[in-house]
């Protein structure tokens, strides 16, 4: 995950026009100050002349940042004198300002990443006018030139002006006149005569902060505010950017344009139109690695892993040092079942970014499938400590738990991340899981019922549901859960043979009989599935064809209770007692 740019302000002196460090410097020369207790005087006077270089070389460094770094400037904004009396000069209104343009940029970070072998890079810089406060302070010798105008008229001859926000705050007040009832902020870019924002108010002066700080986003990094809107929902906002983006006569623009539309698609689930995104992006500009890792993603969503994988290695080979590539990358091979070629592009992920939490919660899920819990929990632990608030980080945790037979502290995890992430349907199922081994049916099916409120597309929460009604004896409720199901993955073998067998419970045997034909025909060598099409079979008092298939299912399974069972009784229907009473007792 990014971190948008800290401004390092440099401490202005207090009275004086040179910084404390020069000052002291000055008055000690010659022998005019007096050396430290313990100090000799000619180890002091080294000690000074370093001190004189490091200052100027400090000095020198920020001219030069002030002359030619790529930043934009947030002056402080003209605020009446009640806000300033309040704690909010001009200056604490441009830092925050700053502070919420950074918090957006750094989405666009995250979505557009600029890497390099030394690390993320940033994209925009804004910096506000305090930060140059000690240049303004610091004068050339002999003139009224001061190191700040020096640097602005560096930048002037060179043909590269400043880039600079300003603006003024107005106060809106009661019909009286004496008590403030909102806050005004309209905000300029260039010059203080240039063209003005729209204007923007609030009841609070912070929230019309917050409410300003787009603006200067939409003109200085209209993509980090795109994917600020993406992360937050903000559809109405995020196509406007989008077309503004892809109309754009700059290339660069235009290319960031479709990767955001991209991602737009992937989020809402639409992956074709999200790939024809991306493809429009690399026509752009064919060198794009992100777009090839975002073609990987939504190639991966279709549960192409092939064509993933494919793009993912372009995606690395064009930009070897994006580690979203290689955690992309893995978690496809944890799709195709290559555990060990997941964990390693995860480990390589995490060498070039160790700070991001959604690399270890992807290698601890892999843990998890290897039955690793120990392992995965230190992982999922990792995540927490990186993102206190990742819900699923939690949840996860708690599936670790329940592999490791904990289920009291599984169960407060689930509990602690439905709260976290009141709005994901896994902690809810997971728990009705726990619920459901305790024998507690009703409120097993009350966390499913609330899974199902929150994301209606899970099959497995329907077939979960549809098991615990068949335990209860309502099978006409589960099968109307199977059918559900079903109707979300259609070829789900499992799911099918949960409808065969409540369907031959209630006498619908014919379609009893094919679906548990369809499910052999999409997985052949499955017990349970033999066993119920075995009772079918049986019901139908097609005795041979039953035992054949109780047969094969305790070929699979020798301890399987149902198929001896059941094949005791078609043995003694057959007139075979002794072999039937066999195998009932041995169930």
């Not at 991602?263 to 777009?291: N, Y």
């Not at 975002?294 to 080979?317: F, M, N, R, T, V």
């Not at 499913?448 to 335990?471: C, H, K």
């Not at 094969?552 to 149902?562: Q, R, V, W």
Request: net charge neutral; hydrophobic share 40%; aromatic share 8%.
């Amino acid at each position: 995950m990014r971190i948008g740019p800290v401004a390092h302000a440099i401490k202005p002196p207090t009275s004086h026009s040179f910084p404390a460090a020069l000052e002291r410097v000055l008055r000690t020369r010659d022998g005019q100050g007096e050396a430290p207790a313990g100090l000799p005087g000619h180890r002091y006077r080294v000690t000074l002349k370093i001190v004189v270089i490091l200052a100027g070389l400090i000095l020198v460094i920020a001219t030069l940042k002030a002359a030619f770094g790529s930043h934009i400037v947030i002056e402080p904004l003209s605020v009446p004198r009640q806000l300033e009396e309040d704690g909010y000069s001009g200056a604490v209104v441009a830092r925050r300002l700053m502070s919420e343009v950074q918090i957006i940029g750094k989405f666009g970070d995250d979505l557009y990443l600029t890497q390099s072998q030394d690390g993320l890079k940033e994209r925009i810089r804004f910096r506000s006018e305090d930060d140059f406060s000690a240049l303004a302070t610091v004068h050339v010798p002999s003139s009224n030139l001061s190191l700040r105008s020096m640097a602005q008229a560096l930048r002037d001859f060179l043909g590269f002006p400043e880039r600079k926000i300003s603006g003024e705050v107005t106060i809106r007040r009661s019909a009286d006149g004496k008590t403030p009832t909102g806050y005004r902020i309209l905000l300029r870019f260039g010059s203080p005569l240039s063209e003005s924002t729209k204007p923007v108010e609030a009841d609070t002066i912070d929230e019309a902060v917050h409410l300003a700080a787009p603006a200067i986003a939409e003109q200085f990094d209209p993509v980090g505010l795109a994917s600020f809107y993406l992360r937050t929902n903000k559809w109405g906002e995020i196509n406007r950017l989008e077309d503004k983006l892809i109309s754009h006569a700059d290339p660069d623009m235009k290319k960031q344009g479709w990767l955001v539309r991209g991602a737009h698609a992937f989020v809402q689930d639409r992956s074709d139109e999200a790939i024809t995104c991306f493809q429009e992006a690399l026509k752009q500009d064919p060198k794009l690695g992100e777009a090839y890792n975002s073609w990987g993603a939504a190639l991966a969503s279709q549960g192409d892993y092939d064509g993933a994988i494919e793009k993912y290695d372009k995606a690395i080979e064009l930009a070897p040092f994006n580690f979203t590539a290689y955690m992309n990358r893995g978690f496809a091979y944890r799709g195709m079942s290559q555990p060990d070629r997941a964990i390693k592009d995860f480990e390589k992920s995490i060498k070039l970014n160790p700070n991001f939490a959604l690399t270890y919660l992807n290698r601890g899920v892999v843990y998890l499938d290897i039955k690793q819990p120990d392992r995965a929990m230190e992982d999922f632990n990792h995540a927490l400590q990186l993102d206190p608030g990742m819900g699923i980080a939690l949840n996860n945790r708690g599936l670790a738990y329940l592999a490791k037979g904990e289920k009291d502290r599984a169960m407060q995890d689930f509990e602690q991340a439905m709260k976290l992430t009141p709005t994901s349907p896994l902690p809810f199922l997971n728990r009705a899981n726990l619920y459901s081994e305790k024998g507690e049916t009703v409120l097993a099916i009350a966390d499913l019922n609330q899974a199902i409120s929150l994301d209606p597309t899970m099959p497995e929460v329907f077939n979960a549901r549809g098991g615990l009604y068949a335990r209860k004896g309502e099978r006409e409720r589960a099968i109307q859960d199977y059918d559900k199901a079903l109707q979300l993955d259609p070829k789900n073998y499992g799911f099918l043979n949960n409808r065969c067998y409540s369907k031959a419970i209630i006498g619908q045997l014919d379609s009893a009989l094919e679906d548990c034909n369809e499910s052999l025909g999409l997985h052949p060598n499955e017990a349970n599935t033999l066993d119920s099409r075995g009772f079918t079979y049986l019901k139908l008092n097609d005795l041979d064809r039953a035992i054949a298939d109780y047969d094969a299912a305790l070929k699979l399974d020798s301890k399987k209770a149902l198929a001896l069972f059941g094949r005791g009784i078609a043995k003694r229907r057959k007139g075979d007692v002794p072999g039937g009473n066999a195998d009932i007792a041995a169930a």
